[in-house]
Nanobody, 123 residues
Framework: QVQLAESGGGSVQAGGSLRLSCIAS???????MGWFRQAPGKEREGVAV????????YYSDSVKGRFTISRDNAKNTLYLQMNSLKPDDSAMYYC?????????????????WGQGTQVTVSS
């Protein structure tokens, strides 16, 4: 089991920025890690994923060019830099991790989850 703890959510106006952080209980280099979000009444969707080792990344089309996922393996911390935020980005954001490699970008493919941090973007 990987323990995850998110922070950095909050309220911001459209066009603003936020940076989310997620501290993991294991060495992040050997984890596939991702950020997911879930708005009320909607399914949990994959926003960005960073893969084991090489650090290859995946972004959903809705955030590509605005969000950047990164990790600091020395701190066992995952980040999500969110720029040019829109009201549609408002959701609970979750950090997820899995010890398995391979391409994965859906919630069903991740075994470990944080409690979530709320992001609210006002117009």
């Amino acid at each position: 089991q990987v323990q995850l703890a998110e922070s950095g959510g909050g309220s911001v106006q459209a066009g603003g920025s936020l940076r989310l952080s997620c501290i993991a209980s294991q060495y992040t280099y050997w984890l596939t890690m991702g950020w997911f979000r879930q708005a009320p009444g909607k399914e949990r969707e994959g926003v960005a994923v960073i893969y084991i080792g090489s650090g290859g990344t995946y972004y959903s089309d809705s955030v590509k060019g605005r969000f950047t996922i990164s990790r600091d393996n020395a701190k066992n911390t995952l980040y999500l830099q969110m720029n040019s935020l829109k009201p549609d980005d408002s959701a609970m954001y979750y950090c997820a991790a899995d010890v398995r490699g391979g391409f994965r970008n859906t919630a069903a493919e991740f075994s470990n989850w944080g409690q979530g941090t709320q992001v609210t973007v006002s117009s």
